[in-house]
């Protein structure tokens, strides 16, 4: 089977910076992605890592280590609005389609 | 449309009772996937599609939960005989699945069921 770790709980403050960790626990990895959900809301695709090393899309980063089994989401100039729900999620079935195995999410509240 | 849609946005049912849920993917998008999420929770994996055919259906809870895909579009998931911990969001979310693009899914607004 498969098993992700993240932290439940990260709080900020506006401008700050700040690194949301996944450990995964999988057979079959193909990669990592990084969704994001408001409350309320759906969840939407922030990145994918199928390599080892540093993704970046504008203010996020994603980060993976497929040795260490770890990567990380990365959010700078951090904004009120980035107060969400973060799940990491791990790809593991080599096909055209495949199955994402989601973690439990990390909330994340930025303070002013 | 645009994006994936669910519905009904809400249901309300009592236990005991059958309920079907219905997701329209985004056109032309191959893989379709169902989702459980429950208050505060992670997303549990329920099913997947590739087109009309279901690969892994490892995720479904029990024998109560079925789903279908027809003509390659819309799907289905049925909860039979309702329980109390069926209450959750079912999201759905469908991919291109083409090799470079099938990474990103796309999540529908979500059905929240609720068992009376």
């Known amino acids: 089977g498969q098993s992700l770790e993240q932290p439940s709980e990260v709080t900020a403050v506006e401008g700050a910076i700040v690194q949301i960790n996944c450990t995964y626990q999988t057979s079959g990895f193909y990669g990592l992605s990084w969704y994001q959900q408001h409350d309320g809301g759906a969840p939407t695709f922030l990145s994918y890592?199928?390599?080892?090393g540093l993704e970046e899309t504008g203010r996020f980063s994603s980060f993976l280590s497929r040795s260490d089994s770890y990567g990380y989401l990365l959010l700078q100039e951090l904004q009120m609005k980035d107060s969400a729900s973060y799940f990491c999620a791990v790809r593991v079935l080599n096909t055209n389609a495949g199955k994402s195995t989601f973690g439990d999410g990390t909330t994340l509240t930025v303070k002013p | 449309g645009a994006g994936v849609s669910q519905s009904p946005s809400n249901k309300v049912t009592e236990k005991g009772k059958d309920v079907e849920l219905r997701c329209d993917p985004i056109s032309g998008h191959t893989a379709l996937y169902w989702y459980r999420q429950s208050l505060g929770q992670g997303l549990e994996f329920l099913i997947y599609f590739q087109g009309n055919s279901a690969p892994d259906k490892s995720g479904l809870p029990s024998d109560r939960f079925s789903a279908e895909r027809t003509g390659g579009s819309v799907s289905t998931l049925t909860i039979q005989r309702t329980q109390q911990e069926d209450s959750a969001v079912y999201l759905c979310?469908?991919?291109?699945?083409?090799?470079?693009?099938?990474?990103?899914?796309?999540f529908g607004p979500g059905t929240r069921l609720t068992v009376t």
């Open positions: 979310a469908s991919s291109s699945g083409v090799r470079t693009q099938t990474y990103e899914q796309y």
């Open positions: 890592n199928g390599l080892d």
